[in-house]
């Protein structure tokens, strides 16, 4: 079974500041998706960014970046110049490509708190 | 394009009564998936649905629990007898198709148990 894990409960950075969350998976597939997403206060769930397992260039979203590295199964995700807003839980996400196709995984999450 | 909706927003049963939750996907999306998220917790998936098809309730307890997503009209997901346990807030999400196709949340139902 596919596991993901956040090893981070909770992180802080100065507004526009850079920092990393951490996230690793495991499992046997070989193409699968992956996922960051953003739970504000407000509850809703925003995709931040995804990316396939069969690409190599890391995914890019304006201020949002990942690093994957397939091989160590980890898939961090960078957040540039850090506003407000930014301010939410953010938890990573494991999609087999294939059988049950609507199965998301997601890890615990982290809190992060963007600091003025 | 109006996002997933999800209604009603928070929703309070006691013990032993029944819980109707109701989701409405994005327009032109045909599937829908609920997701559990227990406090302090990450979501996690119950069932999975196409109109008038389950295609997979791996993650659905297997008693009191059902879902439906019927021709016309919302997805249902439906807690028989609730208990406190099942106190949480759970989420729909959509997508147009299955597979690789990222999955569009609604804001959740809080469901709290007395």
């Known amino acids: 079974a596919q596991t993901v894990t956040q090893s981070q409960p909770e992180m802080s950075v100065q507004e526009a500041e850079t920092v990393t969350l951490s996230c690793t998976y495991d499992t046997s597939e070989n193409n699968y998706y992956l996922f960051w997403y953003k739970q504000p206060p407000s509850r809703q769930m925003i995709l931040v960014i995804r990316q396939e397992a069969y690409k190599q260039q890391n995914a890019t979203e304006n201020r949002f970046s990942v690093n994957f590295q397939k091989a160590a199964k980890s898939f961090s995700l960078k957040i540039s110049d850090s506003q407000l807003g930014d301010t939410a839980m953010y938890f990573c996400?494991?999609?087999?490509?294939?059988?049950?196709?609507?199965?998301?995984?997601f890890g615990k999450g982290t809190k992060l708190s963007v600091k003025p | 394009n109006a996002g997933v909706m999800q209604n009603p927003r928070h929703l309070v049963r006691r013990r032993g009564q029944e819980a109707r939750l109701r989701c409405s996907p994005m327009k032109g999306h045909s599937h829908v998936y609920w997701y559990r998220q227990l406090p302090e917790e990450g979501l996690k998936f119950m069932v999975y649905l196409q109109k008038e098809n389950i295609i997979d309730e791996s993650g659905m307890p297997k008693e009191r629990f059902s879902a439906e997503f019927p021709k016309e009209g919302p997805s249902i997901l439906r807690i028989q007898q609730v208990v406190r346990g099942d106190s949480a807030a759970y989420f729909c999400?959509?997508?147009?198709?299955?597979?690789?196709?990222?999955?569009?949340f609604g804001d959740g139902t809080r469901l709290s148990i007395l």
């Open positions: 999400a959509s997508s147009p198709s299955g597979g690789y196709q990222p999955q569009h």
């Open positions: 996400a494991f999609m087999k490509h294939e059988g049950s196709q609507g199965n998301l995984i």
